[in-house]
């Protein structure tokens, strides 16, 4: 059967946390099973509404043509039984641990191994390492509780190939700028502003590459910015041999739900590009825009993170480093016998979005 484009898809997604929802007859609402939000019918908008402020949408056509239609060799797909995550594994696997819940008795034979990847990044961090960075920012904490990381072991620590979506595309036209200059007057006996309004055309072409968006709806979005970027210089196409010892996390957010994303980061990026060109001018505002994308395409690639949950005091703390760089983020908590109250400390480093964009961007004009 023809897959079909996305002008006749009509998506609908939690206001909330962006996850698929759908509809339950029993609370006659809207309802996400990822963060638990419950919405009326009413307040959920088709992906295809577009209001008065809404961006320019793309014409993505067969973007998804690069994509492989293999299945993936020597892996099978299990269906963790308490929390829901699928993931890959080498067929071999006869017991392991769910990278997400913990849970120990969790894995049940779901399928055979799912869509191939196009693109892998192989872990460069062991796990001795990962559990070193996470120590050594550890020891730095004054006020981490006494024998805080006696609430995992050693053997905790998973190492999984997180799925991304990398969009690629041209985006080229024009946008139209409104530009103000205003100077002001003063005599001894009146002040004059004088406002000179200009309207600037740029155009030209934009060529993004590999722009990355994260496929996995059980990962917090945030988190997995914050250990970004990925260094594309270790890019590999993809080999089954690479997941030998990790599991390896089947996409649940399908290329055409990240879309809205995509677009978003290529529309800001462009008309940052176009409006860093217009200077001399007190202020510009875009007052139309005639770009137009062209050939599009999204290829589907693993990236390397270890992951770990500690358990303390009954809550949950998630870490998560990246298997390429050692970059950590994640949260700890803080003793109230150390001084001070109980608080969290945060390492959940942001990046300007546009600076992680521009990793990804040539202009030419």
Request: hydrophobic share 35%; net charge neutral; proline share 5%.
């Amino acid at each position: 059967m023809d897959e079909q484009t996305t002008e006749s898809v009509i998506q609908h997604k939690c206001p909330g946390c962006g996850a698929p929802i759908s509809y339950s007859p029993g609370d006659k609402a809207v309802v996400c099973k990822y963060c638990g939000g419950k919405f009326d019918v009413s307040e959920i908008k088709d992906s295809e509404d577009s209001g008065a402020d809404s961006k320019k949408q793309f014409d993505w056509g067969d973007y998804k043509k690069n994509l492989s239609k293999d299945r993936l060799k020597g892996t099978v797909s299990y269906e963790c039984s308490s929390c829901g995550a699928v993931i890959e594994t080498p067929s071999t696997t006869m017991a392991t641990t769910c990278p997400y819940c913990n849970n120990n008795i969790v894995l049940k034979k779901s399928s055979t191994g799912g869509l191939k990847p196009n693109l892998i990044i192989p872990f460069k961090i062991t796990k001795a390492q990962a559990n070193g960075i996470l120590k050594k920012i550890a020891s730095k904490k004054k006020k981490l509780p006494f024998r805080y990381f006696n609430s995992y072991r050693i053997g905790d620590i998973q190492g999984v190939y997180v799925p991304y979506w990398l969009f690629s595309s041209k985006i080229e036209g024009g946008i139209t700028f409104r530009c103000e200059n205003s100077k002001v007057t003063t005599t001894s006996s009146s002040r004059r502003t004088t406002t000179r309004v200009y309207s600037v055309m740029r155009s030209g072409n934009l060529k993004i590459e590999r722009l990355p968006v994260d496929a996995s709806v059980k990962l917090d979005n945030e988190m997995m910015d914050a250990i970004e970027p990925f260094e594309y210089s270790d890019i590999l196409d993809f080999d089954s041999k690479y997941l030998a010892g990790f599991f390896a996390d089947r996409f649940d957010s399908p290329p055409d739900s990240e879309l809205p994303r995509a677009e978003d980061f290529m529309m800001d990026a462009a008309e940052l590009e176009f409006g860093a060109t217009v200077t001399g001018y007190g202020s510009n505002e875009v007052t139309q825009n005639d770009l137009k994308i062209l050939d599009p395409k999204v290829e589907y690639a693993l990236f390397p993170v270890w992951l770990l949950t500690c358990r303390y005091e009954g809550k949950d703390y998630q870490y998560a480093i990246n298997g390429q760089t050692g970059k950590l983020t994640g949260e700890f908590p803080v003793s109230d016998k150390k001084g001070g109250g109980i608080f969290a400390s945060s390492f959940l480093a942001f990046l300007p979005i546009f600076y992680l964009i521009l990793l990804f961007i040539q202009i030419f004009f």
